[in-house]
């Protein structure tokens, strides 16, 4: 493969990677938000959150971004293609990321909470000091198992012309008439990038148990 093809290929896994990490960064404290609602049954807003995300759960990633992309200037609202998938990765790890929160809370011992509550900590104290560092070590596996999925789904995107890492390849593929090599460097492309959450992952599993020892 030449330089050319190359830089293509460094291109679009640079655009991947940015698409995949915003999506993170924003799904995963927002899941985290919806789950708090659920736990909390909070009224009316907990039953609206219970369908909008079993909607989206339920949708997959290519009708999605075509929605968010096409549906959107109906209403009066341009979205760039990049703001598009971007939103897109997002809504989809919101709703998985919120199931997780969500079990983890249900999953919590309840005595922790009446003895907190016992020694008049507030629920705010309760929730920051107590519950969220617990249910963050429990759930630590499921997230980065839901990351590196939404990393593997994030070809999707390609519908709407973002020039992810795999539509790069797919172009290269076809100019050159060659497409074995460029699937096989972003076979090797994602493998490094999945294998980094996967390592930080147990770096931090151990870090949390050299803690807690």
């Excluded at 990351?147 to 994030?154: A, D, G, N, R």
């Amino acid at each position: 493969m030449n330089t050319a093809g190359l830089l293509t290929l460094a291109a679009g896994a640079g655009e991947t990677f940015g698409i995949s990490m915003l999506a993170i960064l924003l799904g995963t404290p927002l899941g985290l938000l919806l789950g708090l609602v659920r736990w909390a049954r909070v009224p009316l807003a907990d039953p609206i959150v219970a369908v909008v995300v079993s909607l989206l759960r339920a949708t997959p990633s290519v009708t999605l971004v075509l929605l968010v992309y096409f549906a959107l200037p109906t209403l009066g609202l341009e979205i760039p293609r990049f703001a598009a998938a971007v939103a897109t990765l997002t809504l989809g790890s919101m709703a998985f990321n919120c199931e997780i929160w969500r079990g983890a809370l249900l999953a919590f011992p309840a005595d922790q909470l009446d003895a907190a509550r016992a020694c008049g900590m507030r629920r705010g104290q309760r929730l920051r000091l107590i519950v969220l560092p617990q249910i963050m070590r429990a759930s630590l596996p499921a997230l980065v198992n839901e990351m590196t999925l939404l990393i593997k789904v994030s070809p999707a995107v390609a519908v709407i012309g973002v020039v992810d890492l795999t539509r790069a390849a797919v172009r290269i593929g076809a100019q050159t008439y060659r497409p074995l090599p460029p699937f096989l460097v972003i076979l090797a492309v994602y493998v490094v990038i999945i294998g980094g959450f996967v390592l930080a992952q147990r770096m931090l599993e151990r870090r949390v148990a050299g803690a807690g020892a």
